[in-house]
C-alpha cells in the first residue's frame, strides 16, 4: 500500500494550501486518518487526525485555521489549510490505520509534501 501525498509549494503567509493524500487501493475499512508535520531540527508533531465516524481532533497551533477531511470512496484525506504562517513551513505527511481485510490492519505514512510559507 502507498500513500500519494500532494498539495505542498511556496506560499506567501495568509495565504492558503490545500493538501491531498491518496491510497493506492481499497480497504475493507478506513479507521483513523492523520497529519503529521515535521520542521528543520524539530520532531515531527500531530497536525490534524479524522476518525472514522468523522470526529477530528487539531493541533492548537493550527485550530481554527486548519480543516481535515476525508473520502473514504475515494480513499482520500485533505488538509486544507488557510491564513498560513511562516512557522507552519515543513514536511507534511499523511497517515492510514486501516483493515485491508476483516481479519488483517495496516498503518502506513505517505512520502512526505513541502510547505514553506514566505513571511
Known amino acids: 500500500v502507498q500513500l500519494q501525498a500532494s498539495g505542498g509549494g511556496l506560499v506567501q503567509a495568509g495565504g492558503s494550501l490545500r493538501l491531498s493524500c491518496v491510497a493506492s487501493?481499497?480497504?475493507?475499512?478506513?479507521?483513523?486518518l492523520g497529519w503529521f508535520r515535521q520542521a528543520p531540527g524539530k520532531e515531527r508533531e500531530l497536525v490534524a487526525s479524522?476518525?472514522?465516524?468523522?470526529?477530528?481532533k487539531y493541533a492548537n497551533s493550527v485550530q481554527g485555521r486548519f480543516t481535515i477531511s476525508r473520502d473514504d470512496a475515494e480513499h482520500t484525506v485533505y488538509l486544507q489549510m488557510n491564513s498560513l504562517k511562516p512557522e507552519d513551513t515543513a514536511v507534511y505527511y499523511c497517515?492510514?490505520?486501516?483493515?485491508?481485510?476483516?481479519?488483517?490492519?495496516?498503518?502506513?505514512w505517505g512520502q512526505g509534501t513541502q510547505v514553506t510559507v514566505s513571511s
Open positions: 487501493r481499497r480497504f475493507y475499512r478506513i479507521d483513523n
Open positions: 497517515n492510514l490505520n486501516a483493515k485491508p481485510s476483516i481479519d488483517a490492519r495496516i498503518h502506513v
Open positions: 479524522i476518525t472514522s465516524g468523522g470526529s477530528t
